[in-house]
């Protein structure tokens, strides 16, 4: 069987049908490389200064791992230089990083949850990096964090790395959904999986169910229905996950189906949800929609949402579409 690297996959999607310029090509060749590098953190474990608490918090008040904080550094020194990008956001960074006068620049932007699922790092369970790309639209004057409030629509690339027993690359350019496995003898990530496809009909879900008593009538009219099992309104039994790492969560889901919420709950009312808009939700939603599935906050796509901050918080709904309408239905029944 001939084995087809990420670089030909680009190149192919470059060259022969014209759906990403070069430079969006060799963006994305870095972001590959970088997790490549935080991969090996990852699997250093005990061996290396990776696990546990940095001592330190983010700018949403959440405690840094040590991982959090070394994958971001990877991933702006690995970015910075590349003459791609004209600036970053990440989940642990207060601020914007504008790529210095001493870089070239180029015309993208590129954000990041540099480590997803942090609660998992010192217990073995898999983890990973999300990003998403975005076009510097104004050219007319310097870049500000203005410049990164685009709806997730107008994402030119996104994907995640998985670092779980496989070490997983997926990725859309707005053309279906490629996995890419990391072979660690040869260093290179290999195609493994192309035209991803969700099924449309799932019997799995996966939510926090400790958060049951603070969530609102269309989510729990949802899960209770799946609770029901064959008894129930939806006749049949279903199956319930959750790992605790949007990363791994997705990914199974991309694999074989299945429904992922991370709805608004009573706990803290203003607070629209957990999730990250532009770090973790946003990407997602990107690939989930390439593969045929479906991503709202309970009503809207969240593809459609014009974000106001840059830290911005979402509900999200997303994963195999009848399901995913099912429970966007229950809530705009309820007027909500
Ligand atoms: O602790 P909970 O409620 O299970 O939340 C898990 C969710 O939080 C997250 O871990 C948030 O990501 P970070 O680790 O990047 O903060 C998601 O990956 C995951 O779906
Ligand atoms: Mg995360
Ligand atoms: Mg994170």
């Known amino acids: 069987m001939s084995r087809i690297s990420l670089t030909q996959y680009l190149v192919e999607q470059q060259r022969e049908h014209g759906h990403i310029p070069a430079q969006l090509r060799l963006l994305i060749e870095v972001v590959a490389r970088a997790c490549k590098r935080i991969a090996i953190s990852v699997n250093k474990g005990a061996l290396g200064?990776?696990?546990?608490?940095?001592?330190?918090?983010?700018?949403?008040g959440e405690v840094q791992k040590k991982l959090?904080?070394?994958?971001n550094e990877v991933l702006i020194e690995a970015n910075e230089w590349g003459g791609h990008l004209a600036a970053m956001a990440s989940e642990e960074?207060?601020?914007?990083?504008?790529?210095?006068?001493?870089?070239?620049?180029?015309?993208?932007?590129?954000?990041?949850d540099p480590l997803d699922g942090s609660s998992n790092i010192d217990v073995n369970v898999s983890i990973g990096t999300i990003f998403s790309v975005l076009r510097k639209v104004n050219n007319q004057r310097g870049i500000s964090e203005e410049d990164f409030l685009q709806p997730g629509k107008q994402q030119a690339a996104a994907g995640y790395c998985v670092y779980g027993p496989q070490t997983t690359l997926v990725l859309t350019v707005g053309r279906g959904v490629a996995m890419f496995t990391l072979d660690r003898e040869q260093g290179s990530w290999v195609l493994t999986a192309e035209d991803v496809q969700i099924p449309e009909d799932t019997k799995e879900f996966a939510i926090n169910m400790s958060n049951m008593r603070h969530w609102d009538d269309p989510v729990k009219r949802y899960i209770d229905e799946c609770l029901a099992g064959k008894e129930g309104p939806r006749g049949k039994d279903f199956n319930m996950r959750w790992v605790a790492s949007m990363v791994a969560d997705v990914h199974r889901i991309l694999t074989r189906g299945g429904i992922f919420m991370y709805p608004?709950?009573?706990?803290?009312?203003?607070k629209p949800g957990k999730l990250r808009l532009m770090y973790e939700a946003n990407p997602m939603a990107f690939l989930v929609e390439q593969a045929g599935g479906m991503a709202t906050n309970g009503r809207q796509r969240v593809m459609d949402l014009v974000p106001s901050k840059l830290h911005e918080r979402v509900s999200v709904v997303l994963g195999s579409k009848n399901e995913v309408q099912r429970v966007t239905g229950y809530h705009l029944e309820a007027g909500q």
């Open 264 to 270: 608004w709950d009573k706990r803290e009312p203003d």
């Open 68 to 71: 959090d904080i070394i994958s």
């Open 49 to 60: 200064e990776v696990l546990g608490s940095a001592g330190s918090e983010n700018v949403q």
């Open 93 to 112: 960074m207060d601020s914007i990083h504008v790529v210095p006068n001493r870089y070239p620049q180029g015309e993208y932007l590129l954000l990041f």
